[in-house]
């Protein structure tokens, strides 16, 4: 098995665009061991952070943040670790384009 430490995924998705971050590839098991939302703008803004298993259709369920509200240029350090198997998706929105996130970890195939 090879282990692969790596930036999984960087985004700063269009204003209410539900947008993928990462997508686990086939035959790799990952661990997101820090994920960071900032809001890059000089008024608060929302976030929403969904797990999708294997790939699943948006489901209320699937959400780990909702709508919750950042305040002006800060960033908000989102509960780690978080372990994903192959086909699981994680899918970022901003409510209004200006937040950023980005997630690190570590891939095992």
């Known amino acids: 098995m090879a282990d692969t430490l790596k930036i999984l995924g960087q985004k700063q998705p269009a204003a209410n665009a539900l947008d993928v971050l990462y997508t686990v590839p086939a035959g790799v098991q990952t661990t997101i061991t820090s994920l960071f939302v900032c809001n890059v ?14 790939g699943a259709a948006t489901a209320t369920a699937q959400f780990i943040h909702f709508a919750d509200t950042l305040s002006a240029n800060t960033t908000f350090p989102v509960a780690a670790p978080i372990m ?18 980005t997630a690190t970890g570590l891939e095992v195939s």
């Open 84 to 101: 994903l198997f192959a086909g699981d998706v994680v899918r970022v929105k901003s409510n209004d384009g200006n937040s950023v996130f």
């Open 41 to 54: 703008s000089g008024g608060s803004s929302s976030f929403s952070i969904e797990l999708a298993p294997a």
